[in-house]
């Protein structure tokens, strides 16, 4: 435990914050459940010099849902985001429970995952499946980043040095959408080698509408475009679904590192996905 | 690696003009004769990964200089403190009476801290330099790094056999990456050799050996050292050879294990010590039946085909062993008895978490006839006994125990006759029972063990029942190894379509000669296939070709954890050994040498429709869906081969 010197501030407002932020730009970096961070810090991969710590910032702990959005203030913590969804969206309790482990999560949070973009990471690829948004605010200006525009590339946003992502956005599934998520983890609680996260819903015998989100294939969580294009209006069968992970798996590049093969990981992304897609089929109502 | 054996690579040691440090070639029977005799012949080629063991705390040293007395005490997480305590002699010129070495309670030793670390000494010399005390803690990432790593064995193996099975001869060319240096002689390559055969009754054995060093963190022996990469490499070919020929890898084992009536069996050649290479009891044969019939074998066999049928990919696996434990040639007890009637047992063996504590006392209040908790034992303190060895090659049960023994008798008999002395009845007639002194026959003459001691002090009235110091020192020297032996079932379902393996079941059927505990001994078993559910499935401590770490951290390096491990059953087999007065064998390592065998295996087993054969590990995911992979591309649609009824 022995992370490079570095400046500590640990502000009570957002202002202060956003000050702080301001003036040190790409020398500082914000700590929130400090699940990612500190273990960089410690293995000194990142060295910042300055780190602006927002657990002490009030405000910025709320869970609320209107008009079909979940709004989640940027302290929340993936286990309270994990309870609230156990009655409320099973979906997210479901990708929430492949996190870690519990005191990993206890402490993790949602907006941190979101804003640290680890392509493996489970929360972004549901950012990205539930067309989330992200609200960022630095001293001069607050904005909003689609979750389709935030990932740059592996651990890289659309953020600018100076902005703190203060809320996350999330349409949550319409009733009736059926959804399935899975992954494949070395150990329980690792990083996934890949996995993969459905929505769908239906239309009598036909799918009405797909959603795949894909993580762990790529420099950036995906949405699997061409799959969810073929499955629109397509007849909910066995066979579509073995095509549509066919053609989800199809277009993906993702890396080898000492864990998976790149083959691996797109022979594993089409099995996921075809589960994934007969879980949500099957949920949408109707079965196969 | 293998290339570096090469005689064009380039020399990591150009003085040496070669990078081969150890080769040699050892042979037993007529092995062309028996090629020539075969049926069949099985050859592959098995690779077995770096991996290590990775106590969870990591190595630290802390030393004091006491300059009044010219004297310097250290702390070090070693397994070995008396061999500390002898390299520091020379490297602080000093004589060992002047030296203390320390090991605390280790958090687990495997054999990563039975080398010598520069650190040993530098820490030592930088407390003399600057007159003060200095500490050293190793973190994680130093230690990933700089501390002994272990395994990564080529073996180009081949079986001849009869069209029954029945196993003539094993040829074996085998490579060992020993890392940059080799720091332990022919320990590893010789350990691999001694140990290639096991539970088989194989006459005729050729082995070509060659020890590589290369760019890495020097290979230490860790828990197994050599046994589980040879065994591996056995079992993987006994089970190849069963799919060759038709036989069921239980049935094959069956008439191939040697019997226990031709026990003392006698191999023809040296162990590691010298002294003849002779496995002196057990019985593997009634291993292998315990440990299927534990497993469920029969009802696995009768059910793994309509499983299949339903897409539900499971496979069971074997692998036996049998084990040279407990290297002598000795280790130092020092057992006492103080003026309350408590008893101090100190020896040399350290304790690294396998309860030396609790079996050590069990040995000595056994032998003396006290309660269990009046006996401390201290391990690895060079200051209470003079001369020592050390934990590792699961000895210290039969080397510390039997020493703590035989001075615990000597001490004993002391006590008997100052007791003698005390209640004026002959020695024959004490007894010591509970850490109560008495008369045989009579209850009433009861004393206290402690009256016994405090009796002996001379007073001004009159000297003592006899010398008050109620202490003896034993180095119990045992003639050579005992064979400790298993057999290993594990249960694997595979995920197909992911090439996840899930360990559902795994079963250890053992001989450590006379349990002195059997929780401990299930502990022992336990963390040992804990370890070697690791290197089956998940650890690999990996380079990439410019010799940069690859995994170093515990995200990378992915140890089991106890979500990972499925319930192990064991079953205990005692077949005392007549190599020392206990009975016992040794026991630390075993559970670690079968898991990647038996696992890899119940892989191969659980994928035969697809025709796979596992040749390395760790098993994760990507290596097994690649290898579904390939063979639904040499074949386009499974088949059953080798499927059995």
Known sequence: ?288 | MRAGAEAEAPLLHPEWGTNVAVAFTHAIGDVEEAFRQADTVLGETFHIQRYVGMPIEPRGVVAVWDRRDGSLTTWNSTQVSHFVQQGLTVALDLPPHKIRVIAPDLGGGFGTKASGYAEDALVPIAALALRRPVKWIEDRREHMMGAAHARHQVHQIELAAKRDGTILAVRDRIWLDLGAYNVWGVVLPYNTVAHLIGPHRIRNMHVDVKAVVTNKTPNAPYRGAGRPETVFAMDRAVDCLARQLGIDPAEIRRRNYIRADELPYDFGMPYRDGNPLVYDSGDFPAALEAALAAAGYDDFRCEQPSLRERGIYRGIGISGYVEGTAIGPFEGATVKVDLSGRVIVATGAVSSGQGHETSFAQVAADALGVPLEWVTVVGGDTATVPFGVGTFASRSAVTAGNSIADATGAVKAKLVRAAATLLEAAPEDILIEEGQVSVRGVPASAVPLAKVVQASIPTYAKPGVASPDFEATSYHHVPTVTYASAVHVAEVEVDVGTGHVRLRRYVVAHDCGKVINPIIVEGQVHGGVAQGVGGALYEEMAYDDEGQLLAGTLMDYLVPTSMELPRIDTVHLEFPSPRNPLGVKGLGEGGAISPPAAIANAVEDALAPFGVRVTATPLGPSRVLELIADAREERVTPRSRGERA
Request: hydrophobic share 50%.
């Open chain 1, 1 to 288: 435990v022995k992370p490079a010197p570095f400046e500590y501030h640990d502000p009570r407002t957002l202002d202060e914050a956003l000050t702080v932020l301001g003036a040190r730009g790409d020398d500082a970096k914000v700590l929130a459940g400090g699940q990612s961070l500190l273990p960089m810090l410690n293995l000194r991969l990142a060295r910042p010099a300055a780190i602006v710590d927002l657990n002490r910032v009030a405000g910025l702990d709320g869970l609320a849902v209107s008009g079909g959005v979940l709004h989640l203030g940027a302290l929340v913590r993936q286990r309270a985001l994990e309870r609230w969804a156990a009655t409320e969206c099973p979906l997210i309790a479901a990708v929430l429970r492949f996190i870690g482990h519990a005191a990993i999560r206890n402490r993790g949070t949602v907006a941190g995952s979101v804003s640290h973009a680890d392509p493996a990471a489970e929360l972004p690829a549901l950012f990205v499946g539930l067309d989330g948004a992200a609200v960022v605010r630095s001293h001069a200006r607050t904005r909003e980043i689609a979750a389709h525009e935030l990932y740059r590339g592996p651990l890289m946003t659309a953020l600018e040095a100076d902005e703190i992502v203060v809320e996350t956005r999330w349409s949550l599934p319409a009733p009736g959408t059926g959804w399935g998520v899975h992954e494949v983890s070395r150990r329980h609680g690792d990083f996934a080698l890949v996995g993969a996260i459905a929505l769908v819903t239906r239309a009598g015998d036909a799918v009405d509408r797909a959603r795949i989100a894909i993580f762990g294939a790529g420099p950036t969580p995906l949405r699997a475009s061409g799959a969810e294009k073929a499955l629109a209006g397509a007849r909910a069968t066995r066979d579509t679904i073995v095509e549509a992970a066919r053609l989800a798996a199809a277009d993906l590049e993702p890396d080898s590192d000492i864990h998976a093969s790149a083959r691996y990981r797109r022979m594993a992304a089409r099995t996921l996905v075809e589960r994934a897609l007969a879980d949500a089929v099957a949920l949408a109502g109707g079965g196969l």
